[in-house]
């Protein structure tokens, strides 16, 4: 038995099924808790705890800072100019909006990642 994500072989015991489809533990998780960015209890305890202990990771910083000098961007422009995965960017995405940071807006077809003000 493979994952079907990430193609690790596995045993009975450790499969995790989703959506008809086996996973090992990793790929499971990523799946089932993945950060949402909308969600309005993840915004209210953002909010709440920037504004007692604003504080950044350095990466999600380095976003910040890139939306601010040169934004609205795309996923894609954002991780080039990092040199971070689309996934990297996407879990620290969702931070920043929780916390009323960053925000996606659609630029006809495509999503552009701006501040929120």
Same mark, same amino acid.
């Given at each position: 038995? %493979?994952?079907? %994500? !990430?193609?690790?072989?596995? *045993? ?9 489809? /086996? ?8 799946? =089932?808790? *993945?950060?949402?960015? !909308?969600?309005?209890? *993840? /915004? $209210? ?10 504080? &950044? ?12 000098? %040169? ?10 100019? &990092?040199?971070?995965?689309? %996934?990297? $960017? =996407? /879990?620290?995405? /969702? ?20 501040? $929120? *003000?």
């Amino acid at each position: 038995m %493979k994952c079907e %994500k !990430c193609g690790t072989s596995l *045993a009975h015991e450790d499969s995790y099924e989703h959506a008809g489809q /086996v996973y090992c533990e990793d790929c499971y998780l990523d799946i =089932r808790a *993945a950060p949402k960015a !909308c969600d309005p209890w *993840a /915004v $209210f305890t953002a909010k709440k705890e920037a504004e007692s202990n604003p504080s &950044l990771t350095p990466l999600q910083e380095r976003i910040m800072d890139l939306i601010n000098d %040169k934004g609205p961007l795309t996923a894609e422009e954002i991780c080039e100019a &990092l040199h971070i995965s689309e %996934k990297e $960017f =996407r /879990v620290n995405f /969702v931070t920043l909006r929780h916390m009323e940071l960053a925000r996606g807006t659609k630029q006809g077809d495509t999503i552009r990642y701006t501040t $929120f *003000a």
